[in-house]
């Protein structure tokens, strides 16, 4: 590619030797063509230096989010550990409970009739001694 600029020159050279209008016009259309196309260098080389860093950001916020997950799944499983547990000291403390009210329940009702047949003594008594005064 390094004959095309001497080829390019020898052109406008010649040109600018047969009209020299002509031949300006061509060295302004030549430089403007060399700006534009450095230019467009300059931002697709500026261009693939973003996407790469973008990807590399990307790629260590994957990482990153990676790690989080991993934590994540750690915090969950141990927490649902946590509720197995609870819900095991749940039902215990509720059979307890259960236990306890039955017991309750049972010592009521022997007291009831216990109760009750002293009561029945005590009247069996009482009509034993008011019956023989009669």
Same mark, same amino acid.
């Given at each position: 590619m390094?004959?095309?600029?001497s080829l390019q020159d020898e052109v406008i050279r010649q040109v600018t030797i047969n009209c020299a209008e002509r031949g300006l016009l061509l060295l302004r259309i030549r430089d403007?063509?060399?700006?534009t196309i450095s230019a467009y260098q300059i931002l697709h080389e500026s261009s693939v230096a973003f996407g790469i860093r973008k990807a590399l950001m990307a790629e260590q916020g994957r990482a990153d989010l990676? #790690?989080?997950v991993a934590k994540l799944c750690s915090e969950k499983s141990e927490l649902e550990k946590q509720v197995v547990e609870l819900r095991s000291r749940a039902d215990q403390i509720e059979r307890r409970s259960n236990e306890q009210k039955l017991a309750e329940e049972k010592k009521h009702t022997e007291q009831i009739q216990n109760l009750m047949k002293t009561n029945q003594q005590l009247k069996?008594?009482?009509?034993?001694?008011? #019956?023989?005064?009669?």
């Open positions: 390094n004959f095309l600029p403007e063509i060399r700006m990676e #790690a989080a069996a008594q009482l009509e034993g001694i008011v #019956a023989p005064q009669k």
